[in-house]
C-alpha cells in the first residue's frame, strides 16, 4: 500500500472519529437536558399537575353560574333568575349545581345585607360563598391544596428555569393565585408568562390576564384584551377559547348593569358560534336579562331561542318552564295552563313534576278554579314531602283557603303545617308570620263573643241562670263520662261495651279536635275541647260592655284591612261600628279608617266627607290633626321628616372602620366597631358594625367563640332586624353543637368517676382527695325569646355554618369574653 493511500486512510478515520466524538458529546449533552425534564416531571411538575387538575375540577363541576363574574357571588343569581331547583333533590347532578343556583323562594341567609345590589363593589361581601366551594374537600382543604401547587411551582421557578415545565408551572401559579382572590399576585404572574416568547399558553394566557384586569377595576385594559382574545380565537378557530372569552364579557357587562351591552354581545355571540350547546346557554340568558329589564316579550323570544339549538336536559326544562311562566304572565293563560299540562303529562321530565304542578296550581288559582288548585297542591303536598315543594304546597293550601275559600281553619293548619316542613326559610316566616295573624283573627272573635254573651247576661239575668244549669249537667256528664272510660282501662277489659266504644271514640275525637260529623258532637266533647266555658256572672255595665265590644270590632276591621287583605270586611265592621255604636270613643278612629278604605278605592268624595266630619265634629280627638292633614287644613308635621333625612351621625366612623377591615387590619377594625356600638347604639351602623365583628371574627380570625358572641348581642339588641336574622339560625346551631359537646363531655366524665370509684377501695374518699378538674363553661350567651324559635336554617349547606360546626369541638373556651358596649 502506498503511503498516499495509508495517509488518506488515517485522515478518514480522524474525521470519523472527531464526528463520533462530536455525536456523543451532543448527545450527553441533550441527556443532560432530558434527564432535568425528567426529573423536574417525577420529582415537582407531576405532583403539582395532579393536585391542580384535581380542586380546579370541583371548581367547574360546583360553579353554579357560568354567567358569574364574581366567582365568590355563585351562590347568588345575578339577575335574581327562579331556577325553580331544589337542591336536596338533585345533589350529584352536575348541571343542577354549575349554572342555575338560585332556588324557588329562596332567600340566602349569610348573604350581606349591606350590598344587596351594588354591583361594581371591589369589596368581598360578608359570608357571601366563596370561589372554592364546598364539596368533597372543604374550603379550607382547597385553599391549601392550591397552597401547595404555588409551593411546588415556585421550585420550578426557582431551581429550574431552564425546564420545558417553566411556563406550566407559571400559569398554574398564577390561576392557583386567582382561585384564592389574590388577584394582584396572579396578575403578575399572568404578566411574567406573557413576556415568554412562543408559550403554548400565549392565548388563554391573554384571556387570564383580562379577567384579573377586570376584577382589579382595571375595566378597559381588561375588555380590550378580552376582546384580542376574541378575535384570535376566531381566527384560529378555537371554539373553546372564543366561548370563555365571551362568556367572560357577558357576565361582566351584567355584574356592571350594563345590559344592553350584554345583550349586544349575547347576539353577537349566537350570531357567530357554532357551538349550539354553548349557543342554548346564551340564548337563555339571554332571556333572563330580558326578564329582568321586565321586557317580556323579547324574554319569551329568547327563550323560544334556546329550543332551535341543543339544550342540556335541564336547560331544556327550565326553558321551557320559563316559557309558560312568562304566557301566564301576559294574561295568555290557557297557553300557559296548556304548557304547563304538556310538561306534566311529559315522561320526559318526570323529575321536576313537583316543579310543573305548583306552576300549574298557581294557573287555576289565579283563574278561581280553587277545587283543581287545592287537589294540585294537595298531590304535591302529600307526594313529596321530603323535599321543600312539600313545604311550598302547603303554603299554597293555605294562600287558597284564606284567600279563595275564606276557610281561616284550614288555612291555620296549613300555615302551621308549613312551619314544621322542608320548605326555604323566608316561605316559613312568612307563614308564621301569616299563622300570627289568623290568631289574632280567632282570639277577637273569641273575645267578641264572650263580650256579647256578658252583654245578653246583662239584658236577660235569666238566660245567665239558664246556661249555668245546662254548663253544670253538661260538666257532670262529661266527668262521668271520663270516669268511665278510666275505669274500663284500668281494668283491661278486652271487649267493651258499644258506649264505651263510642266514649273511647268521643273521646279521641275531643282530643284531635277533628269530629267526623259537627252535629254528633255533645257538650261534654266541647268541654274536653275547651270549646265550652262555664258562664261567667257579668261585673260590668251594659254601656262599659258596648264600648269594649265596639273597640273589639274596630280591632276585628282593622285585622281584615291590613293583615288579612280583605277590605270589604273591614269597610262591614267600620259601618257597623258606626251604625250600632257611633257614639262611643272610637268613632272618629273608625270614620278615619273608614276614610282610607274608600281613598283605596278611588272613592275620594266619601273619604273627604269623613275626613271633614272629623276635623268640624271632634275638636279634641287626635284624629282632627290626622283629618286635617289629609284634607290639606293642615301642614304635615316637618319635624318627622327632618328626623328621617337626617345623616347617621355614625356614617363617617362606620366608613372608617370598613376601611381598616378592606385593608386587613383586623384588630383595628374590630376596636373601631366596637366603638360604634358603644356611641351610637340606636344607629344602623351600630348593626352593621356588630356583624361585622362577628364576621371578622368568625371568617380571618377564626375565633369562633368571638364570633358567636358578636353574633349573640346583635340577635338579642337587634331583635327582627335584617342582621340579626341572617346570623340567628348559625348562631342558634352553634349554640346547640357546643351544648351537645358539653353534654358528652360531662356524661364522660361521669363514666370515668364512676368507673374510678368502683375500682379504688377508697371511694367517695378518693373522689374528695383527687377532684375533677375544672369544667370548661360552655360558651352560650342569652338569646331573646323572640329569636330562640329561629331554628331553620336555608343555607345549611352553606360555608360558614360548616366551619362553625367543624370547628366547634377544637375551640377553646371564651364564654367570660364579652363584646364592650
Same mark, same amino acid.
Given at each position: ?7 488518506a ?6 474525521k470519523?472519529?472527531?464526528g463520533?466524538?462530536f ?6 449533552l441533550?441527556?443532560c437536558?432530558?434527564w ?20 380546579e ?15 365568590d357571588q355563585?351562590s347568588?343569581n ?11 333533590q ?6 343542577g ?8 323562594f ?17 369589596? $368581598? ?33 426557582q ?6 415545565y ?14 384564592q ?17 412562543d ?24 375588555? @380590550?384584551?378580552?376582546? &384580542?382574545?376574541?378575535?384570535t ?13 365571551s362568556?367572560s ?5 351584567e ?11 349575547? @347576539? ?15 340564548a ?12 317580556k ?13 341543543s ?18 304572565? %301576559?294574561?295568555?293563560?290557557?297557553e ?6 304538556d310538561?306534566?303529562?311529559?315522561g320526559?321530565?318526570?323529575n321536576?313534576l ?22 294540585? !297542591?294537595r ?19 293555605a ?12 288555612a291555620?293548619?296549613y300555615?302551621?303545617?308549613?312551619? /314544621? ?5 323566608? %316561605? *316559613?316566616?312568612?307563614?308564621? +308570620? *301569616?299563622?300570627?295573624?289568623?290568631? @289574632? ?35 257532670r ?9 278510666m ?22 275525637m ?24 262555664? $258562664? ?7 254601656d ?11 280591632s276585628?276591621? /282593622?285585622?281584615?284591612f291590613?293583615e ?7 269597610k ?6 258606626l251604625?250600632?255604636y ?18 283605596t ?11 271633614k266630619?272629623?276635623?268640624d265634629?271632634?275638636? +279634641?280627638?287626635?284624629?282632627k290633626?290626622?283629618?286635617?292633614e289629609?284634607?290639606?287644613?293642615i301642614?304635615k ?9 337626617? &345623616?347617621d ?14 385593608? +386587613?387590619?383586623?384588630s &383595628?377594625?374590630?376596636?373601631? !366597631? *366596637?366603638v360604634?356600638?358603644k356611641n351610637?347604639p340606636?344607629?344602623?351602623?351600630a ?14 380570625l377564626?375565633?369562633?367563640?368571638s ?25 342558634n ?12 363531655e360531662?356524661?364522660?366524665? *361521669? ?10 377501695p ?10 375533677k378538674?375544672a &369544667? ?16 331553620d ?6 360555608l ?22
Amino acid at each position: 500500500m502506498s503511503y498516499r493511500k495509508i495517509t488518506a486512510l488515517i485522515e478518514r478515520k480522524k474525521k470519523l472519529l472527531v464526528g463520533l466524538s462530536f455525536s456523543i458529546i451532543t448527545l450527553i449533552l441533550s441527556s443532560c437536558g432530558m434527564w432535568r425534564d425528567f426529573n423536574t416531571y417525577f420529582n415537582t411538575y407531576w405532583n403539582a399537575k395532579t393536585i391542580f387538575d384535581n380542586a380546579e375540577e370541583q371548581i367547574l363541576k360546583q360553579k353554579k353560574n357560568i354567567f358569574a363574574f364574581r366567582e365568590d357571588q355563585n351562590s347568588n343569581n345575578q339577575l335574581g333568575m327562579q331556577s325553580n331547583f331544589p337542591q336536596s333533590q338533585f345533589p350529584n347532578q352536575q348541571f343542577g349545581q354549575q349554572q342555575f343556583p338560585n332556588q324557588q323562594f329562596q332567600n340566602p341567609q349569610f348573604q350581606n345585607p349591606q350590598f344587596p345590589n351594588q354591583a361594581n363593589s371591589s369589596q $368581598p361581601l360578608a359570608g357571601v360563598q366563596p370561589l372554592i366551594p364546598a364539596g368533597t374537600l372543604s374550603y379550607m382543604q382547597l385553599f391549601q391544596e392550591f397552597t401547595r401547587v404555588i409551593e411546588k411551582c415556585s421550585k420550578i421557578l426557582q431551581y429550574e428555569s431552564t425546564s420545558s415545565y417553566f411556563d406550566d408551572a407559571l400559569f398554574m401559579t398564577g390561576k392557583s393565585f386567582y382561585y384564592q382572590h389574590e388577584y394582584s399576585r396572579a396578575q403578575r404572574k399572568f404578566i411574567e408568562l406573557a413576556a415568554l416568547t412562543d408559550s403554548k399558553y400565549a392565548p388563554e394566557n391573554k384571556l387570564w390576564l383580562a379577567k384579573t384586569h377586570l376584577q382589579l377595576h382595571n375595566f378597559e385594559e381588561g375588555l @380590550k384584551l378580552i376582546e &384580542e382574545v376574541k378575535q384570535t380565537a376566531l381566527k384560529d378557530d378555537d371554539e373553546q377559547l372564543f366561548n370563555q372569552a365571551s362568556i367572560s364579557k357577558i357576565s361582566f357587562f351584567e355584574f356592571r348593569e350594563e345590559y344592553e351591552n350584554a345583550i349586544t354581545e349575547c @347576539k353577537s355571540y349566537l350570531g357567530v358560534s357554532k357551538d349550539d350547546e354553548i349557543n342554548a346557554l346564551v340564548a337563555f340568558e339571554l332571556g333572563k336579562i330580558y326578564l329582568h329589564l321586565k321586557n317580556k316579550a323579547e324574554a319569551l323570544n329568547s327563550f323560544q331561542l334556546v329550543l332551535t339549538y341543543s339544550p342540556t336536559f335541564d336547560v331544556e326544562f327550565l326553558c321551557r318552564l320559563e316559557y309558560a311562566k312568562l304566557l301566564k304572565d %301576559l294574561d295568555r293563560m290557557e297557553e300557559s295552563e296548556s304548557a304547563f299540562s304538556d310538561l306534566r303529562y311529559s315522561g320526559k321530565f318526570i323529575n321536576y313534576l313537583d316543579q310543573v304542578l305548583l306552576e300549574l296550581g298557581q294557573i287555576y288559582y289565579e283563574k278561581n278554579e280553587t277545587k283543581k288548585a287545592i287537589d294540585i !297542591f294537595r298531590e304535591v303536598d302529600s307526594t313529596y314531602k321530603m323535599i321543600p315543594s312539600s313545604g311550598i304546597a302547603a303554603f299554597k293550601l293555605a294562600e287558597v283557603y284564606k284567600n279563595g275559600v275564606r276557610d281561616y281553619d284550614s288555612a291555620l293548619v296549613y300555615y302551621n303545617k308549613t312551619a /314544621s316542613t322542608m320548605a326555604p326559610y323566608d %316561605l *316559613k316566616m312568612k307563614a308564621v +308570620k *301569616k299563622s300570627q295573624d289568623l290568631n @289574632k283573627y280567632f282570639t277577637n272573635k273569641i273575645e267578641i263573643k264572650e263580650i256579647e254573651t256578658q252583654i245578653l247576661y246583662v239584658q236577660n239575668p235569666a238566660r245567665f241562670i239558664q246556661d249555668s244549669v245546662d254548663y253544670d249537667i253538661a260538666y257532670r256528664q262529661y266527668t262521668e263520662e271520663n270516669k268511665r272510660l278510666m275505669e274500663a282501662q284500668n281494668m283491661g277489659q278486652q271487649n267493651m261495651m258499644p258506649n264505651q266504644e263510642a266514649l273511647l271514640q268521643q273521646q279521641r275525637m275531643a282530643q284531635q279536635q277533628i269530629p267526623k260529623n259537627k252535629k254528633d258532637i255533645t257538650p261534654s266533647m266541647l268541654i274536653a275541647q275547651g270549646k265550652y266555658k262555664k $258562664p261567667i256572672r257579668p261585673i260590668i255595665k251594659e254601656d262599659s260592655l258596648n264600648t269594649n265590644i265596639a273597640k273589639s270590632y274596630f280591632s276585628l276591621g /282593622s285585622i281584615f284591612f291590613s293583615e288579612l287583605e280583605v277590605p270589604d270586611s273591614a269597610k262591614y265592621y267600620f259601618q257597623k261600628i258606626l251604625r250600632e255604636y257611633g257614639s262611643k270613643s272610637v268613632a272618629a278612629q273608625t270614620m278615619y279608617s273608614l276614610g282610607i278604605y274608600y281613598e283605596t278605592e278611588q272613592d275620594t268624595i266619601r273619604a273627604d266627607s269623613l275626613f271633614k266630619f272629623i276635623y268640624d265634629n271632634f275638636e +279634641k280627638d287626635p284624629m282632627k290633626k290626622a283629618a286635617g292633614e289629609k284634607l290639606g287644613l293642615i301642614k304635615k308635621d316637618e319635624k318627622k321628616s327632618s328626623i328621617e333625612k337626617e &345623616e347617621d351621625p355614625a356614617e363617617k366612623f362606620y366608613i372608617d372602620a370598613e376601611k381598616k377591615y378592606f385593608d +386587613k387590619k383586623y384588630s &383595628e377594625a374590630i376596636d373601631s !366597631f *366596637k366603638v360604634i356600638v358603644k356611641n351610637f347604639p340606636k344607629s344602623l351602623s351600630a348593626q352593621k358594625s356588630l356583624y361585622y365583628i362577628g364576621f371578622i371574627y368568625e371568617r380571618e380570625l377564626k375565633n369562633y367563640d368571638s364570633a358567636a358572641a358578636s353574633y349573640a348581642l346583635l340577635i338579642k339588641d337587634y331583635v327582627g332586624t335584617n342582621y340579626s336574622n341572617a346570623v340567628s339560625a348559625k348562631y342558634n346551631e352553634y349554640k346547640i353543637e357546643k351544648e351537645r359537646i358539653k353534654r358528652e363531655e360531662d356524661e364522660k366524665l *361521669k363514666a370515668k368517676e364512676e368507673k374510678l370509684k368502683t375500682q379504688d377501695p377508697r371511694g367517695d374518699k378518693a373522689i374528695k382527695e383527687n377532684p375533677k378538674p375544672a &369544667e370548661n363553661v360552655n360558651t352560650v350567651v342569652p338569646v331573646s325569646k323572640d329569636t330562640t324559635k329561629l331554628k331553620d336554617d336555608p343555607s345549611s349547606e352553606g360555608l360558614i355554618r360548616q366551619q362553625l360546626l367543624e370547628k366547634a369541638k377544637s375551640v377553646p373556651d371564651t364564654s367570660k369574653k364579652k363584646i364592650e358596649k
